[in-house]
Structure formats: structure tokens, C-alpha cells
């Protein structure tokens, strides 16, 4: 067995950085895209890089997957129609697809390769992927959403990486007012939104966008996340319409099994942090 050694991703926003104990470097592929790795570590499972930044381990990958997935669908009315944009990995649609309401869930991720190596390295987050109501697509979602027909989607889910290469374009008011086209009435928009600890002017800025775009609604959702930048990381929901409140009664008598997520989790994640509060302006 190799000598474990540590690898670190530095974050210079914050001034800080993240590090695992790794054993060996299991894979690796350079896309059209970007550069993914997997390294096996000696406490967390497996690893997944893209271009140096951390994106999932086996251990908490949970966290981010089901706070992306289950806050939304429980407070929508009836979601049939779900579109995730990226979510290479899979694990998103996987936790869409427990719901048994979903008619169909689109992921459409422009890089396949994130995919495969998740099929390889993390399968058990590809459990849903020959679900008959499951497409998956390896295209542009920009492209996608502006020709998504208009109101045919429930909940699009922006299940990106950080702001810049393949995902910059996934953060301003051109796209978003594709998935608000492509929304019913009653549709929620989603996005990974950063950490509300350091990143605050990015949410504020990701929202003003969402608001150019006709969103009226918003509610950044904080979250626990030991593989992101400070450890704390957030999702946005925005709406055409209408507040937040969700299905408590449905949530608590959900009949899959979640790690983290729970009626009462959702709840909590409701209330307001003062400090976010004040930044965000509500």
C-alpha cells in the first residue's frame, strides 16, 4: 500500500484550504472540458477533482445531493417534470428520482466524462440512471434550457460547479431567464449557490440576476458541506410567485430513506441567520 500523503485545495477568496489523507490517485481523464481525478483517501472514500477543486467524496457527497433535491420537490405542489442542469455525477437525479410523483427527470451535463468516472468510482450514485424515467443528456445546458418549450418544467435544477470555465454562464440573467421561460407558474428554480460564509456577494449577485430574469422569490437554504470551500454551503430557490412553505406532512411521511435530509432539517433551514438575513436584504 502506498505511504499516505496529504492533498490540499487551496481557496484563495477565503484564505484557506481543505485537505485530505490520500492513498493513491485511482484515476484520471483530461475532457474537452476539464481535468477530472479520483484519489482513494483513508477516511472519506473516494475523491472526485475537477481542475483541482474539490466536488464530491463518498462520505458527505449526501449532504449536497439531498439539499439540492428533496427542499424543492417537497415544496412544490406536484412535481412531475424535473430538468437538472449538470449534475454529471448523477447523485442529484438519483434522490429526484425517489420520488415517485416524478414523471421524468432530465440531466443534462455537457461533460460526459464526469459521468463515467462516476459510474466507476461512485456507482452508488448512478443507482437511478436506467430508470425509465430517467434521460440523460451530454450537451450544453444553456443550449438546452433556451429551447426548452415554455412551461413544460416543474423544477430545473442548476447542479453546477463554480462560476467560471464550463459554469460561467450558468450565473447570469440570460440563463436564468431561459429556466423561467421553460418553468410553469408554479415552477421552482434551483442553483448550488457557494458558502454563505464568505461568498455572500455572489449569492446577493446570483439573485439580483434570478430578479432581472422575472424571479420575484427567493431562499438560500445553508447546509453543511466538509468538502467545500469553509465547510458551509448554501442552495437558492427562486419562484415566479408565491412563498416557501412545504409539504411538512408529505416530507414526514416520505417512504425513502434520506442520511440527512428531514421534514424538521427542511425547517431549519428555513430560518433566518441574521447575518445572511441583513446581507441578502430580506
Not at 16 to 25: H, L, P, V, W
Not at 79 to 103: A, F, M, N, S, Y
Amino acid at each position: 500500500m502506498t505511504q499516505p500523503t496529504w492533498m490540499y485545495e487551496n481557496f484563495e477568496p477565503a484564505g484557506s484550504a481543505i485537505g485530505y489523507r490520500i492513498t493513491r490517485k485511482l484515476d484520471e481523464v483530461q475532457s474537452p472540458f476539464q481535468k477530472i481525478e479520483i484519489f482513494e483517501s483513508t477516511d472519506w472514500g473516494n475523491v472526485m477533482l475537477i481542475d483541482g477543486a474539490m466536488m464530491l467524496t463518498t462520505r458527505d457527497n449526501f449532504l449536497y445531493h439531498e439539499m439540492m433535491s428533496h427542499p424543492a420537490l417537497f415544496t412544490h405542489g406536484d412535481p412531475r417534470r424535473v430538468v437538472i442542469i449538470g449534475g454529471g455525477d448523477c447523485g442529484t437525479l438519483r434522490e429526484v428520482l425517489k420520488h415517485p410523483g416524478v414523471e421524468s427527470a432530465t440531466q443534462c451535463d455537457i461533460d460526459e466524462q464526469v459521468t463515467r468516472m462516476a459510474e466507476k468510482w461512485f456507482p452508488e450514485l448512478c443507482d437511478s440512471n436506467n430508470d425509465a424515467r430517467a434521460e440523460l443528456l451530454f450537451d450544453d445546458g444553456i443550449a438546452y434550457m433556451a429551447n426548452c418549450p415554455a412551461g413544460s418544467v416543474d423544477i430545473v435544477i442548476v447542479d453546477s460547479t463554480d462560476p467560471v470555465g464550463p459554469a460561467e454562464g450558468l450565473f447570469n440573467k440570460a440563463f436564468y431567464a431561459s429556466c423561467f421561460r421553460a418553468l410553469k407558474d408554479d415552477g421552482i428554480l434551483v442553483q448550488q449557490s457557494e458558502s454563505p460564509l464568505v461568498l455572500l456577494e455572489l449569492i446577493k449577485e446570483m439573485r439580483g440576476e434570478m430578479g432581472k430574469a422575472g424571479f420575484t422569490t427567493f431562499k438560500t437554504l445553508p447546509f453543511p458541506q466538509p468538502c467545500y470551500p469553509t465547510g458551509w454551503w448554501s442552495c437558492t430557490l427562486a419562484r415566479k410567485s408565491g412563498g416557501f412553505d412545504y409539504r411538512a406532512v408529505d416530507a414526514r411521511a416520505k417512504t425513502f430513506k434520506t442520511k440527512y435530509y428531514t421534514a424538521d432539517v427542511h425547517q431549519g433551514a428555513m430560518a433566518s441567520i441574521p447575518f445572511v438575513a441583513e446581507a441578502l436584504g430580506e
